[in-house]
T-cell receptor, first 115, second 114 residues
Framework: EPEVTQTPSHQVTQMGQEVILRCVPI?????FYWYRQILGQKVEFLVS????????KSEIFDDQFSVERPDGSNFTLKIRSTKLEDSAMYFCANSMNGGSQETQYFGPGTRLLVL | GDSVTQMEGPVTLSEEAFLTINCTYTATGYPSLFWYVQYPGEGLQLLLK?????DKGSNKGFEATYRKETTSFHLEKGSVQVSDSAVYFCALSGTQGGSEKLVFGKGMKLTVNP
């Protein structure tokens, strides 16, 4: 069964540094999402992306965050200047058709630690 | 805003025990409801879903029924196995103009002992 992959699995960075989290979605999926889970808290929606545009974003997804599909396969989340509170597990997800009834397929996550 | 409340655990059961994980939601409109499971070291996987009232989702011996009158989507399994040890997340989507974003509960860690 096709899988979503994410790299790196773990990243440690200094506050103020830029990080790029990468995701390789399932090949025929067209709708992409990022979520995060701060330790001990709920999984939270960050952003959805379709046709090279952001479809929806949460209040968390401020100007420090950006997403893109640089080469038509990878889907990336960039945090421009990391803060301590950005430490979390970041999950990429994707679906074939979009829509609220569709299954979203998740990657294993990237654990980001900001020091 | 929309929210999901579920039992948090952690819960430890013996093999073959009955499992219920309660999940209730608050939402405008008619959301789709999901149970996701996360096995150790892996991402979230869809376990089952229901997209309208009275629908029953089922998979791998797990079941949940979409109850609009009680705004609930409780997960049940009649006889758990060691391999069911995981974290279980209840989630919804489709409110607020058909938004695709998933709104999750906090997750419940289940350990099943032989």
């Amino acid at each position: 069964e096709p899988e979503v992959t994410q790299t790196p699995s773990h990243q440690v960075t200094q506050m103020g540094q830029e990080v790029i989290l990468r995701c390789v979605p399932i090949s025929n999926h067209l709708y992409f999402y990022w979520y995060r889970q701060i330790l001990g808290q709920k999984v939270e929606f960050l952003v959805s992306f379709y046709n090279n545009e952001i479809s929806e974003k949460s209040e968390i997804f401020d100007d420090q965050f950006s997403v893109e599909r640089p080469d038509g396969s990878n889907f990336t989340l960039k945090i421009r200047s990391t803060k301590l509170e950005d430490s979390a597990m970041y999950f990429c997800a994707n679906s074939m058709n979009g829509g609220s009834q569709e299954t979203q397929y998740f990657g294993p996550g990237t654990r980001l630690l900001v020091l | 805003g929309d929210s999901v409340t579920q039992m948090e655990g952690p819960v430890t059961l013996s093999e073959e025990a009955f499992l219920t994980i309660n999940c209730t939601y608050t939402a405008t409109g008619y959301p789709s409801l999901f149970w996701y499971v996360q096995y150790p070291g892996e991402g979230l996987q869809l376990l089952l879903k229901a997209t309208k009232a009275d629908d029953k989702g089922s998979n791998k011996g797990f079941e949940a029924t979409y109850r609009k009158e009680t705004t609930s989507f409780h997960l049940e399994k009649g006889s758990v196995q060691v391999s069911d040890s995981a974290v279980y997340f209840c989630a919804l989507s489709g409110t607020q103009g058909g938004s695709e974003k998933l709104v999750f509960g906090k997750g419940m860690k289940l350990t099943v002992n032989p």
